[in-house]
């Protein structure tokens, strides 16, 4: 069975600074890997995927993730913080079957200081 | 085209009471599915659904009840309310890589 770790589960920054937030998971075969956002009182919505091909993915608003297998990370990061990126953040794996479900990490919140 | 529109956004009930909360997506998608989501946790699958007619359990399902009798439309009954169902429900319809999340209902138990 698949799980998501997201280390810690709030983070800090500055504006301008490098966002970094940490996810790994297990799985006992590839798995497709997305990073959701959820501003407050809202539903989640996706910010990047990873399924095939390239590693590396960028998404909307300037993020972009790693794909490691051997680390089996998918760590999401962002070069400069913006007071917008203020959210929570969730990591999500699924393998490559229509039929399994999405398992999500515990999220971690995001506060970006002025 | 609204994507997955969920009501009511807001429900406060009494333990023992019943109630159902509606979702409903527009995209022709099969596969639906019904989370909850509370601090610290997540989300956790309560149960999800693969066509019209199939529906199957999640991780935490228990107290909870859905049926899909169209493509379109995917109610979560709650039987008989209790404090710990207190959290925000999200409903999501999906294709093979991506799934899409209405902006849920905050539903409290008291």
């Known amino acids: 069975a698949q799980s998501v770790t997201q280390l810690g589960s709030h983070v800090s920054v500055s504006e301008g600074a490098l966002v970094l937030l940490r996810c790994n998971y297990s799985?006992?075969?590839?798995?497709?890997l997305f990073w959701y956002v959820q501003y407050p009182n809202q539903g989640l919505q996706l910010l990047l995927k990873?399924?095939?091909?390239?590693?590396l993915v960028k998404g909307i608003n300037g993020f972009e993730a790693e794909f490691k297998k051997s680390e089996t990370s998918f760590h999401l990061t962002k070069p400069s913080a913006h007071m917008s990126d203020a959210a929570e953040y969730f990591c999500?794996?699924?393998?490559?079957?229509?039929?399994?479900?999405?398992?999500f990490g515990p999220g971690t919140r995001l506060s970006v200081l002025p | 085209n609204a994507g997955v529109t969920q009501t009511p956004k807001f429900q406060v009930l009494k333990t023992g009471q019943s109630m159902t909360l509606q979702c409903a997506q527009d995209?022709?998608?099969?596969?639906m599915s019904w989370y909850r989501q509370d601090p610290g946790m997540g989300l956790r699958l309560i149960h999800y659904?693969?066509?019209?007619?199939?529906?199957d359990q999640g991780e935490v399902p228990n107290g909870y009840n859905v049926s899909r009798s169209t493509t379109e439309d995917f109610p979560l009954r709650l039987l008989s309310a209790a404090p710990s169902q207190t959290s925000v429900y999200f409903c999501?319809?999906?294709?093979?890589?991506?799934?899409?999340f209405g902006p849920g209902t905050r539903l409290t138990v008291t």
């Open positions: 999501a319809s999906r294709t093979r890589y991506e799934q899409y």
């Open positions: 799985s006992s075969v590839p798995p497709y």
């Open positions: 990873y399924t095939t091909g390239a590693t």
């Open positions: 999500a794996v699924t393998l490559d079957n229509y039929g399994q479900n999405f398992v």
């Open positions: 995209m022709n998608h099969e596969y």
């Open positions: 659904s693969v066509g019209a007619g199939i529906t």
